[in-house]
Structures are given as C-alpha cells and as structure tokens.
C-alpha cells in the first residue's frame, strides 16, 4: 500500500500526515475505504502523538476544547490564521472589522475572560504561547470538555460548477447558516462575498450528499475544500488583499502577509483598475496590503532605485523599505505589483521631494522589470 496514499486518507481526517510522505491527490475508491478501516483501528495518540509542552500541544488541545478538526503546524512555526478563525467561529465570535491574525486571537482571548496584554503578541503580529495558554485556560474555565472531532465530510473529484451556483443562490436567498460567516477567506461573486465552507457544504448538499454540519470543512489555503472550490472557478480571496484607507489595519496586514506567507498567493499583482478613494480623507486612495507584502518580498531588502540594502530592521526581523507607486496613485496610478517598487527612505523622498523625480521614475522603469509604464502618460 503506496505510503502517501495512507497520508492522504490521514490528512482528510484532520491527522497529521507521514513525515516523507505527501498526500496525493486521487486516491483509488476502492482503496480509500480500507485505509480508512485501517487507521480508525489506531487509537488517536499513536497517529498523532503530541508534545504537550510546545504551542503544538497547546493547538491541539484547544481544537478539542472547541470541539474542531486538529489544526496541524510544523514544529517552530506560528499557529496559522485558520486556526484562529476556526476558534473564533466555534465560539460563536463574529467577524470583525480588522480580520488580522493578532486581531481574531485578541477578540478571542477577551470574550474568554481572559487577559490580553503585551506577552500575548511580539512585535509583528505574532500571537505568543501565552496568550494561546491563556485561550486553553479560558475554554477548561467555561466548562469544556475534551473532544475528538472526526471529518466525516467524503469530498468528491470535482463539484460542477452549477452546484456551486446553486449554493450561491442559496446563501444570497437564506444566508449561509447554519455555517458561519469567514473571518479570512471569502468566494467573491459579483463583488458579494460567501464563506467558503458554507459554499461547499451547500454544493455537495446539491450533489446528493449528506447534511454537512458547520465546523467539519477545513477551510484554508492547500486544503481539500479550497482546491475543489477553485478547480470550478470560485477559488476563494483572502481579505487581507481587500483595499483599505486605514493605516492601522493595513500595517497589521502587511504585517501578517509578511509572517504568514500562506495567506498570500506568490503570483499575486493587485488590481488594474484604479484604487478607489478614500470616504474619509479626501486625498487618501484604499491601498492593497497584498501588494505591499508581494512588493517586500520581490525586493529581497534592497532598494530597487540606488540598490544598496534595507539601512534597518523591523521589530520582526524583516529589513524596512517603504512601497511606492512609481505613477503617484494621485495622477492615476495603479495599486498593483507593474506601478510600485521597496525603496529606501532616502531614495523615497528623492522620489516624491527632490527636483528629479521624472528622471528618477524612468530610472526605475529601466531597471525594474516588472514595471510597466503607463501608455497614456501625463
Ligand atoms: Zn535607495
Ligand atoms: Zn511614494
């Protein structure tokens, strides 16, 4: 029997996969089942044997406690955003307006009556071990108990595209509950966003399968339902990439981009139509915090005009450059990857303040390749 085939089945139940071995996609009908009576023959702890003093554990314990399918993490990595929004929807918590990592622990760890200070987050948006003991003490306080959440959900090769339809138009006539709102990816359709496990869930109803109960589709970047979702066309955004005139939020966004890379597709580029302004300075463009964190990372820390390195770092580690639209957004420029560049401050204000700004913007479009410079010029 093919290792990875056994991952796969593993993976769909929520367990950790075999090291070495990945998941493959198409597993054959006939094997799928008899893995399945195999494994559930295991008890939990020899699948997925858990150190109960690493934040690892602590994940663990708590998707027991909120009674969710275990979240998996490498071993030194941060607990990923579906993690928090899994919690966050389990405890039956709405979306807020800022959807960051550090924002849903916060909004978590508070509505648990527990404190939420500087040891709960380091500088970057990271959310400690602290602040995830304090969620598990939280949850043990409120009465819960352990429990072992099983998928029960059998995806199929594909979902056609009309079902999916037909579960949009169900969600647009009843809303999507029992299934809960998203606090980090959406399907936009017509500009209307849907909760990606509530599309799914509804699709395979249309498809003949069983009621599937909220909390038992694992939504996310790589996961089962994600991928179905965009094989028919309707792969699902992440908020962080919706434009917004709040500095704050963007910050902790492209904070989170940065930490997160999960959260953000590598062939991402940002719109090409023009930023829509802000409602509430009137000289302020909505900016795109995935075009900011996409910037970041193509420039490696360095400057893309004088080409010498980031003169600093960040409180999280990364070198600092600042993000600029080479066709200032004022005079129509594009928030996208082809009209902005990581400069240096120096080089920054050269380019907005100095008497050289045109020559500075054609030296930019000669030396950066993915720039594209404007047709209809000013
Ligand atoms: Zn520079
Ligand atoms: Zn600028």
Known sequence: MRMCNISTVLNDAGNKYINGYKPRQNVGANVY?????????????????????????????????????PHDVR??????????????????????????????????VKSLDQKWDKSCYSDGGTVTQIALERIEKGLRLSGRQETNKKQSVHFPTEIPFDKIQLSIDRIDRDGPAPHKASHTYDVVVNDRSYPPPAVVAFALEEM?????????????????????????????????????????????RVNDLLLNSDLLDEAFTGSDTPPDKSEKTASSYKRNAGVIATILRLAGGTCELCLAAAPFRRPDGHLYLEVHHVQFLAEGGLDNTKNAVALCPNCHCRCHYSEETQPLADRLYRQ????????SGF
């Open 368 to 375: 950066v390749n993915r720039l594209k410079k404007p047709s």
């Open 75 to 108: 071993k030194g990595s941060t607990a990923p955003m579906s993690f928090f929004e899994d919690v966050a929807n389990s405890l039956g918590l709405s979306p807020l307006g800022e959807e960051t990592k550090h924002g849903l622990a916060k909004h978590i």
């Open 208 to 252: 003949g399968h069983q009621i599937v109960s909220p909390g038992t589709i694992r939504a996310g970047k790589g996961t089962r339902a994600f991928k179905l979702l965009a094989d028919a066309g309707f792969e699902p955004v992440s908020k962080h990439t919706v434009p917004t005139d709040d500095d704050e939020i963007l910050e902790n």
């Open 33 to 69: 089942p008899m893995i399945e009576a195999a494994i559930k023959r295991f008890e939990p702890s020899q699948i997925s044997p858990v150190d109960k003093s690493t934040k690892e554990g602590l994940m663990h314990r708590i998707c027991k406690l909120c009674g969710i399918l």
